[in-house]
């Protein structure tokens, strides 16, 4: 079982910078995948980023790709998303997923996800 917390969630202006937490507990953290997706009001839920359990294979949705970076520290279980120029398009509640693949959390197929953390970003 792993239960996932994210904060680092607020408000902050375009062109700004956040940075997401998701802690983690369970003993088997480091054998999880890991991901960030996203859903904004409205809208279909978003893929936005994963990591593989060892930290050595990252993938980025395109609408992200040079602007979030996502990491892990296995020995503090936790994964992060460091957000970069913030457009107001990034505005939605980031939501942090572990699963035993990078594939299944492509696919929006998770094993555990948190209860979400808010990002505006105003114009």
């Known amino acids: 079982q792993v239960h996932l917390v994210e904060s680092g969630g607020g408000l902050v202006q375009a062109g700004g910078s956040l940075r997401l937490s998701c802690a983690a507990s369970?003993?088997?953290?480091?054998?999880?995948?890991m991901g960030w997706f996203r859903q904004a009001p409205g809208k279909e839920r978003e893929f936005v980023a994963s990591?593989?359990?060892?930290?050595?294979?990252?993938s980025y949705a395109d609408s992200v790709k040079g602007r979030f970076t996502i990491s892990r520290d296995n020995a503090k279980n936790t994964v992060y998303l460091q957000m970069n120029s913030l457009k107001p398009e990034d505005t939605a509640v980031y939501y942090c997923?572990?699963?035993?693949?990078?594939?299944?959390?492509?696919?929006?197929?998770?094993?555990?996800w948190g209860q979400g953390t808010q990002v505006t970003v105003s114009s």
């Open positions: 997923v572990a699963a035993l693949s990078m594939a299944a959390i492509a696919r929006g197929v998770y094993d555990y």
């Open positions: 369970g003993r088997t953290f480091s054998t999880y995948a």
């Open positions: 990591i593989s359990d060892s930290g050595g294979v990252l």
